[in-house]
């Protein structure tokens, strides 16, 4: 069977994880520093930023280092 996509597991795996940290980064000091001063749904935007960050980092390894690899 063909391979259908080139992909680099290793560096989706870095680069994603990298990332979910930058989400969560942001979120959490945008939470930090304008917890009295933003309105309610710019919070919201922050704590979901923060939640996609967590799952993110849970994940990218799993799914990109791990699960997808040994099903190539």
């Known amino acids: 069977m063909a391979r259908a996509a080139n992909l680099d597991y290793p560096d989706l795996a870095k680069y994603g994880t990298l990332a979910s940290l930058a989400l969560l980064l942001v979120g ?38 791990i699960a997808l690899p040994l099903v190539e």
Do not use: K, Y
């Open 28 to 65: 959490a000091a945008g939470t930090t520093l304008g917890s009295g001063r933003l309105p309610g749904w710019e919070l919201t935007v922050l704590l979901d930023l923060e939640i996609i960050g967590v799952l993110g980092i849970v994940v990218c390894p799993f799914l990109f280092g």
